[in-house]
């Protein structure tokens, strides 16, 4: 019985409760405005952020391992939902709604399949500067976004080409009021952000106290103006939520099914960049514990959490950085936090929607520029300016593609130009020239290092496996440093770096070698690794290379024989 | 004014003119047929054969390096036309006859730009049983195509999808006439191309001699036939090449540009594929006379070819081997025999346009048959598969994805294949554990050499460059080294096959430090090359590192204090 519990439930200890309510209490506070204002960013009725707030804790809190991991709608995740039905512009509310709910059970399909297929590493091809470049940019299209309710317009999108003129007119037409709300809850929560911890804790309260009030400062303004509109009787005198029409969640198919085959690669991205948010919180909450991290299982339980919204009429869904950590700080001690918070979400849908529906628009907007401000990462191109010029790159592209071109399109180019960056290396090898550090056995770089050489033994290091991208070219380098050094009769090749070989490089090597011959220069191989040697082997140039091949550089480099026979244990 | 003029003008030797005379005589008796039946092969009117043959060998001859490199319609190319045609559905000989030329012009654009970009290395991206696997199921293609002519058929196709049919078409409806005269070519064609060479040799030829008789059968098979049809007033029993309307060449654009858009992607791939046969062919030409050959400047003189051959109403052209190999064996000492050549072909164009007008197309399908049966080259499968797995699956993928999906998508899926497969080993890379080999300063993996360690020192070596790919993998892999051996309490990484590292490594390498440092383990890097230093020392790292930089693995391995001052000049 208790091997199909979470291993959370069954080991659970009483002294765990306390904390995992008050999380559950601060967390709900936090997740109903986020909800709504996600649902409406993604471009669907308010009311579908709700429905996606549940259903995902719960499946998360019985199939995931992280503690502390909060998974429901999220702001990029919104965004990229947001420019997938642009594009396929639903005739109406309800076409959105089934269109966003396949997009949730089609992601989240996939990533059960991929982690069924433990392809969990597909992550790792999002580099950390392409991702940080994505964020940015997204950050920065969704605080464009939440400008427009802001001032208290309508409309917008999720490019820069759509966004710009919806700015404008909102610019235009100012609702004065509309923009006190926003424009008071931005400059509370920015203060908060800035200065509350600190205030708090000079006026003596714990540090952990102070940091939470600080992340939950959204609460209090939520609550200010659910009491503040009704008591102004300003219902009309600025955009409002407006009735959010909720009851108890049935799971259902979601209509539309004759548009599934458009939705499919968006689906896709969505999928691959939810996985690596959600993972990122998932390490981020378990290095400190310690705790080991299962990107199979992680992928599994994040698509049976999008599988699950989708049944039931949300959006799709991912684990974010800022509701885990408050939850984690508010004190979610396991998954139980988690099971209370869906609880009183529950809660709220049932008895709590009509007060919801004078939240304005411009306060929610207000909560989102400020969870997503903190978001746009230039601190990261920095960095990999300094690290990698190719890693920068791959940020300002990925970015700039992200504002002109759309969300997704941006983060496939980013993906595609962090591989052909990779790729364009590894074919434009560095071959370096070796001599030996006196009195040692090692061999460096003759143009960093001190070392000793003979002129008629060149020592040539490849820094790279050689394959059919760059075969051709190391045989022109190798002709090329050949050519510069006459007097030579022997070519150390140093495979310290070549990791592997194919088929191509092979036919290379085999050429070389009888035209070398054929100058009369002995061609040795040194340091070859034990994969290269079985494919030198099995291609059958191990016997070709019989007697010149040598376990270490040095040894190649003084006269005489090295054997194959070395390599066998 | 020298400077302006090849330099095989400038330089011509008396001695050399014999053996292009007789070349250009023996290349134009072959390209004759070859033209035609290559422009059928396209989907073209014939004369589009002759056209494509005159233009190009004056343009290389005039521009590019090799002495005996003939440029004109060739087997894979005029398949990769007839792709792209059926793709584009012509409305009629005029049309189609504009869009090939303007697929040259567009082709030959784009390799004179990226010769001037200098962007020669893209043809690497081919990898050799990729390369094979395309030119194998290409010419299988070819072959089956060219059964339809033989029987007496018409049509036909350029995927095996519409070849089937109607070589079952033609099957049931022979034409014996037609299939005795393309059977008996082919039957001479082939016995010459086994015997002819051997049988020639025994009656006492020269073997050089014997080897161009062989290799010029084809001209005695045509020369026959020509004579043969009117003699016995054949004219009506097979399907004939029929009047070839050909006239002095003149310069024009084609007409059709309004669908340009669509031809630039064929373009791009028929560039692509024509570059790298005419690579090939120049290298082979070069080895032998120790020539140097210059990619770049090969990629100017193709394209300004194909640009020729555009203007002048013909096909895409290349180098290609066949043709080269009989011009170099009959003489060729310099591109003089392929102006020869040219002169030759317009001789026949004006006069001897009539007169081809009762070549048999069956003839011609035995031609072409047999010209290309030697390009299925499962050898190259056997050879593949003994040396990597990998680079088999490159080669049957390519070749299944030609024959059932086209030629196109074929040669695209075959490179997407082989760059994923060299990322995805980039991205699981092999860590070797590491000991000394007794009484050397040498490190080899434990599982292959009997080697010394010590218990508290663990020595791993990560055989890729760190990046985004694989960072995430080699964390997770270093960990469960460490697991399994409580005891160390210093880790060497030994990062002599890392030969690059990005920011996303750099953050994982930096997070790994600080996890070892709090559980009392140092981590040292021994053998670190200087590109990998140099990231280190903008990263921040050097100075974190310092003291536990080492030179080599050896001086890591043992108590002490290494410093990144050894790394300075």
Redo the contacts between chains.
């Keep these: 019985m208790s091997r199909w519990l979470p291993a959370w439930l069954t080991g659970y200890r009483r002294g765990w409760l306390g904390g995992d309510v008050t999380a559950a209490l601060v967390v709900t506070l936090l997740l109903v405005p986020q909800g709504l204002a996600y649902a409406l960013l993604a471009g669907l009725p308010a009311q579908a952020g709700l429905y996606a707030s549940v259903v995902p804790l719960v499946i998360y809190a019985l199939t995931g391992k992280s503690h502390a991991q909060s998974v429901g709608p999220m702001a990029v995740t919104s965004l990229l939902t947001a420019a997938t039905l642009a594009r396929l512009a639903p005739a109406g509310p309800a076409e959105a709604l089934a269109l966003a709910a396949w997009l949730a059970l089609l992601s989240g399909a996939m990533l059960v399949l991929l982690g069924a297929l433990r392809f969990g590493?597909l992550?790792?091809?999002?580099?950390?500067?392409?991702l940080a470049g994505f964020t940015s940019a997204s950050a920065l299209l969704i605080v464009l976004s939440q400008l427009v309710p802001l001032l208290g317009g309508h409309g917008g999108g999720s490019t820069l080409g759509t966004l710009l003129p919806a700015l404008a007119h909102a610019l235009a037409t100012v609702k004065p009021v509309a923009l006190a709300f926003g424009g008071g809850a931005l400059a509370w929560l920015w203060l908060a952000r800035r200065y509350l911890a600190v205030g708090l804790v000079c006026c003596g309260c714990s540090a952990n106290l102070a940091r939470l009030a600080a992340r939950a400062a959204p609460v209090p303004v939520v609550l200010g103006v659910l009491l503040a509109v009704p008591a102004l009787q300003l219902e009309h005198a600025l955009p409002l939520v407006g009735p959010v029409p909720v009851g108890l969640p049935f799971p259902h198919w979601p209509g539309g099914l004759t548009r599934l085959p458009e939705l499919v690669l968006p689906a896709f991205f969505i999928a691959l960049v939810n996985y690596v948010q959600s993972l990122a919180v998932v390490q981020w909450l378990a290095?400190p514990r310690g705790e080991p991290v299962d990107p199979d299982r992680e992928l599994v339980a994040l698509g049976l959490s999008n599988v699950g919204t989708g049944l039931f009429g949300g959006l799709p869904v991912t684990g974010g950085l800022s509701r885990s950590v408050v939850n984690a700080e508010a004190g979610a001690q396991s998954q139980l936090a988690s099971l209370l918070t869906a609880a009183l979400m529950l809660a709220v849908m049932l008895w709590g929607g009509a007060a919801l529906a004078v939240l304005p628009l411009s306060v929610l907007a207000a909560t989102i520029v400020v969870a997503v401000a903190g978001m746009v990462d230039f601190a990261a191109l920095r960095?990999?300016w300094?690290?990698?010029r190719?890693?920068a790159a791959g940020f300002v592209a990925t970015f700039a593609a992200v504002l002109l071109l759309g969300v997704d399109t941006g983060i496939v180019a980013g993906v595609l130009l962090?591989?052909g960056s990779?790729?364009a290396?590894?074919?434009?090898?560095?071959i370096a020239e070796l001599g030996r550090?006196p009195g040692?056995?090692?061999f460096?770089?003759v143009r960093?290092?001190?070392v000793e050489t003979q002129p008629q033994v060149l020592v040539l290091r490849v820094?790279?496996s050689l394959?059919?991208?760059?075969?051709?070219?190391v045989e022109e380098a190798l002709w090329q440093s050949l050519a510069e050094r006459p007097d030579v009769r022997r070519l150390v090749l140093v495979m310290?770096?070549v990791?592997?070989?194919?088929?191509?490089a092979?036919?290379m090597l085999e050429?070389f070698d009888a035209?070398l011959t054929a100058q009369g220069i002995e061609l040795v191989l040194a340091e070859v690794?034990?994969?290269v040697l079985a494919?030198l082997e099995?291609?059958?140039l191990a016997a070709h290379f019989a007697g010149r091949l040598f376990?270490?550089t040095?040894e190649a480099w003084h006269a005489g024989r090295g054997g194959a026979g070395d390599?066998v244990?």
């Design positions: 590493f992550a790792d091809f999002l580099s950390a500067p392409v290095i960095r990999a300094r690290v990698d190719a890693d962090s591989l990779f790729l290396r590894a074919g434009r090898p560095h550090l040692r056995e090692h460096r770089n960093r290092f001190r820094d790279e394959f059919f991208a760059n075969a051709r070219r310290s770096a990791n592997r070989i194919d088929a191509t092979l036919a050429r035209a690794k034990w994969p494919v099995r291609g059958g376990l270490t040095h390599y244990i």
